[in-house]
């Protein structure tokens, strides 16, 4: 079993900051890809941001230029630095962690979610 825990979280005025991080542990051999993603009331789910064990990142468009996903694989952890909030970035963010649990069986894992709130 994983455990996947989710930090960073808060309230912050539009243009300001926050950095969330999400730390793995428990049974894991490897992990592929660790992934931040955003979810408001009614609507699906987005992806946000990816980084995979091979140093690859992604982002959503809407965030590009403003966040920042890094890594440290030493601490099976991933950061999100969000700069230049915006009252749409409001959500709760979900950590997504696609975990290894030997050289050939996957399963991934979720965070509890962590709620950032940008007032304008």
């Known amino acids: 079993q994983v455990q996947v825990v989710e930090s960073g979280g808060g309230l912050v005025q539009a243009g300001g900051s926050l950095r969330l991080s999400c730390a793995a542990s428990?049974?894991?051999?490897?992990?592929?890809?660790m992934e931040w993603y955003r979810q408001t009331p009614g609507k699906q789910r987005e992806l946000v941001a990816t980084?995979?064990?091979?140093?690859?990142?992604n982002y959503a468009d809407s965030v590009k230029g403003r966040f920042t996903i890094s890594r440290d694989n030493a601490k099976n952890t991933v950061y999100l630095q969000m700069n230049s909030l915006k009252p749409e970035d409001t959500a709760v963010y979900y950590c997504?962690?696609?975990?290894?649990?030997?050289?050939?069986?996957?399963?991934?894992?979720w965070g509890q979610g962590t709620q950032v709130t940008v007032s304008s």
């Open positions: 997504y962690v696609d975990v290894y649990h030997t050289n050939w069986y996957r399963e991934g894992y």
């Open positions: 428990g049974s894991i051999f490897s992990i592929k890809a």
């Open positions: 980084t995979t064990n091979g140093g690859s990142t």
